[in-house]
């Protein structure tokens, strides 16, 4: 089935280590984002990337860093995770920045 | 800066009733306005799209309504059933590029 996938569903780190998030899409869509989801807030975009080879920051890229090596692939990553990241991260991609988003199913990121 | 309301942030209804969700947002210069269900424990799905130059739009039951000028929009369901539930955010895109969303509303149809 055509989509989004995100790896792992869930973890739980220590503050301080590095992580990455892995997001892999088969839909073929040029663009891809990040976003952090927090209880009692919105979506909040991390970063995204228009098309391969490109990135971008969004609104809270600060702890936070992305590659777009191909179209396919766009990994996130914690390089000294805080226990502020602790939060449910969606990935998603579109055709471009005017078409629906989709989205994974999230990884839910736990920093003690 | 762009901020998008969602009230109320629950609401629920029984089944068979037809309901509105309401998306409220500060700036009117917007290229879009979307609406997405989210289930829980899963990512979103994209209901409908609302191009700047559009009124409305409609899927099936769901019918989504645009007005600029007042920075509003509202999400008509109708005939609503239990499997409607899920919580439900609209997010908009301006000149950036970059969807600003509210902070949705969780709907529970009553069997």
């Known amino acids: 089935i055509a989509g989004i996938t995100q790896a792992p569903t869930s973890q739980i780190l220590a503050a301080g280590r590095r992580m990455t998030l892995r997001c892999t899409q088969d839909m073929r869509h040029n663009a891809m984002y990040w976003y952090r989801q927090d209880l009692g807030l919105g979506l909040r975009l991390i970063h995204y990337?228009?098309?391969?080879?490109?990135?971008g920051k969004g609104e809270v890229p600060d702890g936070y860093s992305v590659s777009r090596a191909n179209t396919d692939d766009f990994p996130l990553t914690l390089a000294s995770a805080v226990p502020s990241q602790t939060s449910v991260y969606f990935c998603?991609?579109?055709?471009?920045?005017?078409?629906?988003?989709?989205f994974g199913d999230g990884t839910r990121l736990s920093i003690l | 800066k762009q901020e998008v309301t969602q009230i109320p942030a629950a609401l629920s209804v029984p089944e068979g009733e037809n309901l509105v969700l309401n998306c409220s947002f500060t700036?009117?210069?917007?290229?879009?306005l979307q609406w997405f269900r989210q289930d829980p424990g899963k990512g979103l799905t994209s209901l409908l799209l609302?191009?700047?130059s559009q009124r409305e739009q409609t899927s099936g039951r769901l019918n989504a309504s645009l007005d600029k000028s007042s920075g509003r929009s509202t999400l008509y369901i109708a005939a609503s059933q239990p499997g409607d539930s899920a919580t439900y955010l609209c997010?908009?895109?301006?000149?950036?590029?970059?969807?600003?969303w509210g902070a949705g509303t969780k709907l529970i149809i009553k069997p």
């Open positions: 997010a908009v895109r301006g000149s950036n590029y970059q969807l600003i």
């Open positions: 700036d009117s210069a917007i290229y879009n």
């Open positions: 998603a991609s579109s055709w471009d920045r005017d078409q629906p988003q989709h």
């Open positions: 990337s228009n098309t391969a080879g490109t990135t």
């Open positions: 609302i191009q700047s």
